[in-house]
């Protein structure tokens, strides 16, 4: 495994923070990276310096440093991931880890392309900052990542996918979280995303009889439209949207908003939030003995969490794009299995199966996509991998979700979301179980 290349960037000067309508994402905690190149954008190129473990050293050495850029072919193909690898609101601490150990595993698998290329990932902490989010997308077109993977910017969206379309590099696997990323020309998420995922618990909520649905969020500016936006696709499954709680950023009391919660007398509660704000609101429903039907997306709700109070937990709805990626579900989804036995590999704790965080599985399969749609190029820029999205159909993701065709038209609002389906989870107390038939949401957008 390739030891940390950090680039610390001189100031330059703030960059212009664009405002936009986001759609919510979710979040989790902080941790530490390793094993990848990082590049930490601070607001400048003036100077840099690279430090590189001295363990590491001559197996660097070996490899090539500097890539061609994002219109040249090169020996080794870089793509590059957008993450809050640290972040004050929301992180993801270990996606950096999570992309390292999918590309040592399919490099060890063959690498990618006619020829076997080796993959090099190149990851940059947005520290889930507005103005590092756009330097992030401009190193790692200076980097010459020909596509990236994962991606997540929900604080500068917009000022992302000015620079990623003026490069033209491609994103692949990427969590949207603005409308213009969704209509964006090098937009190509594999997942439906967090919306489709709350349309999917609208649908089981009516399923069972829950008419009425509280939402909580959290207090971000753009989260105030929230309510508007989802309440037609709600409606269109059956279910009444009767409350909006923001939860207020830093905030230590949360008996206040289970109360918020009991005083809209809701049949159930959707949860737009990150990992350790939803730990610590379902931490007070115990703690108050307070009951309700709960859903939201999987990055939400943390599986220790959900054992740790199962008094107020069974029965929770996650829904995403694909299975919960749990051993329990691996009998039925086999594909799971492959990520598990990867993740471990890499001998990094926080991957190993007993610790893994189910954010992990989202490079992965940004990963798996992007060497299966590249199976047959003999060259690698960024216009060869557009083009590959753009003709390739029916790729198969090891069964983990409907075979993909990227340029599927969308849904909605959502023009670039060319996965339609959703799988429905319960927790049951234990563990989490996914359904095997997935739903369509274009059901209910109209």
């Known amino acids: 495994m390739l030891g940390i290349r950090l680039r610390r960037l001189a100031l330059r000067g703030p960059l212009p923070y664009l405002s936009q309508q986001q759609v919510p994402t979710s979040g989790g905690t902080m941790g530490t990276l390793t ?17 590189l473990a001295p363990a590491v050293l001559a197996i660097l050495l070996a490899v090539p440093l500097q890539a061609a850029g ?6 080794t193909v870089k793509i590059g991931m957008i993450a809050p690898i640290t972040g004050a609101i929301t992180s993801t601490p270990d996606n950096g880890d999570a ?15 006619v020829n076997g290329l080796e993959l090099e990932a190149v990851v940059c902490d947005s520290r889930a900052d507005a103005n590092a989010e756009v330097e992030c997308a401009r190193e790692l077109e200076e980097e010459g990542v020909v596509a990236t993977v994962n991606d997540l910017a929900f604080n ?7 620079v990623m379309e003026a490069a033209g590099i491609p994103r692949i696997g990427l969590l949207p979280t603005n409308l213009s990323e969704f209509a964006s020309s090098v937009s190509y998420p594999i997942s439906a995303g967090a919306i489709a995922a709350y349309i999917g618990a609208a649908v089981d909520f009516a399923d069972n009889g829950y008419e009425t649905v509280t939402l909580v969020r959290t207090d971000a500016a753009t989260g105030a439209s929230f309510r508007g936006f989802v309440e037609p696709l709600f409606n269109a499954a059956g279910v009444e949207i009767v409350g909006d709680i923001p939860l207020a950023t830093g905030a230590t009391d949360y008996a206040p908003y289970v109360s918020e919660i009991e005083r809209t007398e809701a049949d159930a509660v959707l949860l737009s939030v990150g990992g350790d704000a939803a730990t610590q609101l379902i931490s007070a429903m115990s703690q108050l003995n307070f009951k309700i039907p709960m859903g939201g997306a999987p990055g939400t709700f943390k599986l220790e969490t959900l054992r740790e109070h ?10 995403e794009s694909f299975p919960y990626p749990t051993k329990n579900n691996t009998k039925e989804f086999p594909g799971l299995k492959q990520w598990f036995k990867d993740m471990k590999a890499s001998g990094v704790e926080n991957l ?3 610790n893994i965080d189910t954010r992990s599985f989202s490079p992965w399969v940004g990963v798996l996509a992007f060497v299966e749609l590249t199976r047959d190029l003999d060259t690698f820029t960024s216009e060869t991998v557009t083009e590959a999205l753009q003709t390739a159909q029916d790729i198969d993701l090891l069964g ?5 065709t990227p340029s599927t038209p969308g849904f909605s609002v959502f023009t670039s979301s060319s996965n339609h389906s959703v799988f429905i989870s319960h927790f049951d ?3 989490v179980v996914s359904t095997n038939d997935p739903i369509d949401i274009t059901e209910y957008t109209g």
Do not use: C, I, M, Y
């Open 156 to 162: 500068n969206p917009e000022g992302v996918v000015e």
């Open 352 to 354: 190993q199966p007993a």
């Open 99 to 113: 992309l390292q150990a999918a590309v040592d595993a399919f490099n060890k698998r063959g690498g990618v392309g």
């Open 310 to 319: 199962k008094a107020v937990t069974k029965g929770t709805v996650l829904v």
């Open 400 to 404: 983990l979700t409907p075979p993909w």
């Open 429 to 431: 107390g234990k563990k």
């Open 35 to 51: 094993g990848t190149t990082l590049l930490a954008p601070h607001a400048g190129r003036r100077s840099r310096l690279r430090l």
């Open 70 to 75: 994002a219109g040249e072919s090169a020996e």
